[in-house]
């Protein structure tokens, strides 16, 4: 399978590379971030062996598109996308703090309540609730923003200010360019028959200091989502929601023995499974941006992410 899982290249005015689970950011002069968003699948923190046909172009799509689509209510670092697989936009100073928020009682803050906790992040939830269910407003539950290999830890507004990781002055911002972007996401799945159930935003701080938005942007990598249709019907016979999100991987490796904890062993991938998790991808980008999935050229994929940032770089 040509996929890319890692990447090597030397670009004119290159200064430094960084490696995340799934991207890969190329410093271009102190100036412009080379963003490349590779096929690695990544669940529970952790980056599994082999890659998966399309998904960096997917990914890729639809943050752009996002980042277009939300760009009159919270501006962004993006300036062009030379490649399927390729953003480049302004070179930004990063929050160390990722801004989730949560409509609903799902994930991560599902397995939270199941375990008696009513309190995540410092906000509390409600008694009564069942998984799923949505709260009477959404919540900001953010996280550490976590280097190579760390996992993301779940921190308090209070913490955050009384560390001084975030100004107070800059967090509030934060928070409202977060309600802004669910808002306005949530009224996009709504078109497209989805619910918007969960998501995470990353923030950066421009040479001239204005904040943006970065990384990606309701993809199915950083965000959950529901099909609208039967939803009400599933949550009052208590059955499992119909979701559009990396939801089936983390399952599928819970149900192989694997949540990423010390002395766990990744279950195997074969190509089968890998095909069919391309698949799910593919039918992710075309339910959630509602167009078809046009696969780019991936006869030899380095060669051309190579070819096409440079030929931006030059231009």
């Known amino acids: 399978m040509n996929t890319i899982t890692s990447t090597h290249f030397q670009f004119p005015g290159q200064k430094s590379v960084y490696r995340g689970k799934v991207r890969e950011v190329y ?54 996308t030379p490649d399927p697989n390729v953003a480049v936009g302004h070179l930004c ?17 599902a397995r939270e309540y199941a375990a008696g906790k009513r309190l995540i992040c410092g906000v509390s939830m409600a008694e009564g609730l069942k998984e799923n269910d949505p709260f009477p407003n959404p919540i900001i539950t953010p996280t550490t923003k976590a280097d190579n290999g760390s996992h993301d830890e779940d921190i308090s507004r209070e913490l955050i200010l009384s560390n001084g ?29 989805l619910i918007l159930v969960d998501t995470k935003y990353e923030f950066g701080k421009t040479k001239s200091g204005e904040i943006v938005l970065i990384d990606e942007i309701h993809t199915p990598d950083s965000s959950r989502y529901f099909y609208s249709e039967g939803y009400q019907q599933r949550q009052d016979n208590g059955e499992e929601q119909k979701q559009l999100s990396k ?36 039918e992710l980008y075309e339910n959630i941006l509602g167009e078809p999935f046009h696969k780019a050229d991936i006869s030899n994929i380095h060669d051309r992410i190579e070819q096409n940032v440079i030929s931006f770089l030059n231009s």
Do not use: C
């Open 93 to 109: 100073e990063p929050f160390k703090v990722e801004m989730v928020i949560r409509g609903y009682l799902s994930g991560h803050a």
């Open 165 to 193: 990781i975030v100004s107070e002055t800059d967090y509030i911002i934060l928070e409202k360019y977060t309600r802004a972007l669910y808002q306005r996401g949530t009224e996009i799945a709504a078109s497209r028959g």
């Open 27 to 80: 410093n271009i002069n102190d100036e412009l971030l080379v963003m490349i968003a590779t096929d690695r699948l990544s669940a529970f923190d952790v980056v599994m062996p082999k890659g998966i046909p399309y998904k960096g172009q997917i990914l890729n799509q639809i943050a752009t598109k996002f980042m277009n689509l939300t760009s009159d209510i919270v501006p962004n670092w993006l300036i062009a």
């Open 247 to 282: 939801e089936f991987v983390r399952r599928w490796l819970i149900e192989n023995g694997f949540q990423g904890k010390a002395g766990q062993s990744i279950p195997n991938m074969n190509e089968e499974y890998i095909d069919s998790v391309s698949e799910r991808y593919i």
